[in-house]
């Protein structure tokens, strides 16, 4: 099974900071990877799919890059309502693993 | 407006079972595969099952396989999850989902469920 290791686990950033988070994939996943955000108490909500396509109504400050094996997801110029967990997922096809997570704290 | 209200999560006993539902509202739900994804208090997300349109495909994470059943009544434009013999670390919250193009697109708000003596 294919294994998705995210890193850093947390991070503490400052409003405005740039910030990039990675995802490695176990084996080849081609791009067929996604990124969520999820806030406390709230569901997931899909940020990136097929590793750099921004969904609807995600703002251009999220930038997800990738191929293969490693991926990224970059905030540019990060706001404060952007504190939330961030998860990469293997998508299209069994098993739709996700990572870990990484934890985005803002000073 | 898309709209995903999971329901039926309550406390189990372990061994025993429980059904969830999710009723699927604002989309044409006959044409999207859909999933469970559960997240346990405290940790990251977890991949449950996926069921494709018609409901005549069915994957599942290992964990679940024999014991959890994905199902779908398009008639009804409803999602089920029947979860069997219940353990301590099957508690967490359930998210259904919708897929589109093979990612996880829009989430209910969760379901409780509590597998405890």
């Known amino acids: 099974n294919i294994v998705m290791t995210q890193s850093p686990k947390s991070m503490s950033i400052s409003v405005g900071d740039r910030v990039t988070m990675n995802c490695k994939a176990s084996q080849n996943v081609y791009n067929n990877i996604a990124w969520y955000q999820q806030k406390p108490g709230q569901s997931p909500k899909l940020l990136i799919y097929y590793a750099s396509n921004r969904y609807n109504g995600v703002p251009d400050r999220f930038t997800g890059s990738g191929y293969g094996t490693d991926f990224t997801l970059t905030i540019n110029s990060v706001q404060a309502e952007d504190a939330a967990f961030y998860y990469c997922q293997r998508i299209y096809n069994s098993p739709w693993t996700f990572g870990g997570g990484t934890k985005l704290e803002l000073k | 407006e898309v709209q995903l209200v999971e329901s039926g999560g309550v406390l189990v006993q372990p061994g025993r079972s429980m059904k969830l539902s999710c009723a699927a509202s604002?989309?044409?739900?006959?044409?999207?595969?859909m999933a469970w994804v559960r997240q346990a208090p405290t940790k990251g997300l977890e991949w449950v099952a996926t069921?494709?349109?018609?409901?005549?495909?069915?994957y599942y994470r290992d964990s679940v396989k024999g014991r959890f059943t994905i199902s779908r009544d398009n008639a009804k434009s409803t999602l089920y999850l029947q979860m069997d013999s219940l353990r301590s670390e099957d508690t967490a919250t359930y998210y259904c989902?919708?897929?589109?193009?093979?990612?996880?697109?829009?989430w209910g708000q969760g379901v409780m469920v509590t597998v405890s003596s």
């Open positions: 989902t919708t897929i589109t193009e093979g990612y996880f697109d829009y």
């Open positions: 604002g989309f044409t739900f006959s044409s999207f595969p």
């Open positions: 069921i494709s349109t018609s409901g005549g495909s069915t």
